[in-house]
């Protein structure tokens, strides 16, 4: 039995010499600015570049790209490639009011969904401006569709909320 028990014991050591530590990193990138930097979802395509989306208010920094803004919180969403750099990435931000980033996945197509919220009239999306429908003066919920390049397919007002209730919006089915 003692002699069962130093083999098992010498068999373990062995194959311990054999296997590699699997807790490397090959890149990593820092988010910084003068306030709030909230990541919100991270996500991996099929050819594994990431994507990430945040809120932040003021400014957010990575590598050489900084995003100054107004003094409320905005958005933002970004791919980069297997090696970290910087594909392309979209700013957000509600007009006159504050927007925040829920949650992202990917459709069937393989474009990337995001729900944003905000209260204002508008959002602004790169250089596109999507419209609440009605008046309401809560928080709205948007929905909004971009294909691997960044470009903002489609961009739908889905609901509007109750007051403050940005932080409550999941991404349950993306097609």
């Known amino acids: 039995m003692q002699a069962s028990r130093h083999i098992v014991a010498l068999l373990l050591l ?23 930097q909230a990541p919100v979802s991270l996500g991996v395509d099929a050819a594994g570049n990431q994507y990430a989306s945040f809120y ?11 995003v100054s803004k ?8 970004l791919k980069q490639d297997t090696e970290g750099k910087v594909l392309w990435y979209k700013f957000m931000e509600g ?9 992202s996945k990917f459709n069937s197509k393989g474009n990337l969904i995001v729900l944003v919220t905000a209260a204002g009239p508008s959002i602004l999306v790169g250089s596109d401006t999507l419209k609440r429908n009605g008046s309401g003066t809560n928080f709205a919920f948007y929905l909004l569709e971009f294909n691997d390049t960044g470009k903002l397919i489609n961009g739908n007002h889905l609901i509007d909320g109750v007051f403050y209730s940005f932080n409550v919006g999941r991404i349950v089915a993306s097609d």
């Open 14 to 36: 062995i194959m311990a010499s054999f296997i590699s530590n699997a807790q490397k990193f090959e890149w990593v990138n820092f988010f910084q600015g003068q306030n709030i």
């Open 56 to 66: 932040f208010k003021n400014e957010i920094k990575f590598k050489s790209i900084t």
């Open 70 to 77: 107004n003094n409320y919180q905005s958005g933002l969403v």
């Open 95 to 103: 007009i006159r009011e504050d927007l925040y980033t829920l949650d």
